[in-house]
């Protein structure tokens, strides 16, 4: 703690000034648990408070993690997530929990609990979205839908179809021919920061951007039906240009998108943020279960296919600044106030 004044950092935590997240945790005596400078909880009297630049040398002065403002992943919880996950990139089968729980050392609901924390999702869910992310790249070139469809981890051609329909909105076979027979319907609504297309499968929302139109649609789904409008979509799309006006009113907008295991995750992580809150890119990157792919946060954000339905407007680089918005600086700032 010799580069940290300690009164400084003290009223930095009174503050809850989330500009210092990252720059250093706070232990509480009186609990035994370490803080990141904005966690919610209350704070302890001054006397109580210790002072430490990361999780690592809060926890060797024996402090555990915040369950609430979860300040790092535990050193040792850490490294079993990422021996978890590696373990369920390099299987070509379902590992089932108890093995993947006795490889890493933790008992299997411990272990449940903490990968979902760190990534957002369950071990299971993760193994799923890594099957369907090499299902479609094999799906995408090949002629034989069975033989991709083993090829890409599955017990049998009955289980991918059981995914497919939920995750991809599609049959296999209608994704080996780039989506054709999925209908597709499209809208230009108007909103408060500009013309929003909104587009939707009879699933749940498959494209929402600002300035962009059905052309954008053609280009990432070549083989499916695309059409103006419908019933469907009339209601829909009001519920997201209320969402534009008033962001994180209504969580249960149906979804029907993809993306690589990684930007599931991030996109996942991200519908976890609180309409108000914001979090880092390396934040973010811990709770996808990558803690070192802060880059590669900023790429899985700027990929993120729904506006404002996955809050991407709510990461910002770690020094408080607002960092990047694939629809613009003067957007993402309107939809912080509009939280505020």
């Not at 989330?18 to 990141?36: E, L």
């Not at 494209?207 to 829909?236: C, K, N, Q, W, Y």
């Not at 249960?252 to 108000?276: C, M, N, Y």
């Not at 914001?278 to 506006?307: F, I, K, M, Q, W």
Request: hydrophobic share 45%; net charge positive; with cysteine.
């Amino acid at each position: 703690m010799s580069e940290l004044d300690p009164e400084t950092a003290w009223n930095a935590f009174v503050a809850r000034d989330r500009a210092q997240d990252g720059a250093f945790v706070v232990g509480v005596a009186s609990t035994g648990i370490y803080c990141r400078p904005s966690c919610p909880a209350r704070r302890p009297r001054r006397e109580h408070a210790r002072f430490f630049t990361d999780g690592g040398e809060a926890e060797a002065a024996g402090f555990r993690a915040c369950l609430r403002c979860v300040p790092e992943a535990a050193p040792r919880e850490r490294v079993a997530v990422e021996r978890a996950a590696a373990m369920l990139r390099e299987a070509r089968a379902p590992v089932r929990l108890q093995v993947l729980a006795a490889a890493v050392g933790y008992a299997p609901h411990h272990l449940g609990r903490i990968f979902k924390r760190a990534t957002g999702v369950t071990p299971a869910a993760y193994a799923r979205a890594l099957r369907g992310e090499r299902a479609s790249v094999a799906l995408s070139g090949a002629e034989d839908v069975t033989s991709a469809i083993y090829d890409a981890g599955y017990a049998a051609p009955s289980r991918f179809y059981g995914d497919a329909r939920a995750r991809m909105g599609m049959v296999p076979s209608a994704w080996v021919r780039g989506g054709a027979g999925v209908t597709i319907a499209w809208t230009i609504a108007s909103t408060s920061l500009g013309p929003l297309l909104v587009a939707a499968t009879d699933k749940g929302l498959c494209r929402v951007a600002f300035e962009e139109d059905d052309a954008t649609l053609h280009t990432r789904f070549p083989a499916a039906d695309i059409v103006a409008g419908s019933e469907m979509l009339e209601a829909l799309a009001a519920r997201v240009v209320a969402e534009v006006e008033c962001p994180g009113r209504d969580p249960s907008l149906p979804r029907d998108v993809q993306g690589t295991a990684f930007q599931e995750a991030v996109w996942a992580a991200l519908r976890a943020i609180p309409a108000g809150e914001t979090r880092s890119y390396a934040e973010l990157a811990v709770a996808a279960g990558h803690p070192s792919a802060v880059r590669a946060v900023g790429s899985a954000c700027g990929a993120n296919p729904l506006a404002v339905v996955v809050p991407c407007h709510r990461v910002q680089r770690g020094d408080g600044s607002a960092g990047g918005y694939a629809w613009g600086m003067e957007r993402k700032a309107a939809l912080r106030e509009r939280e505020r």
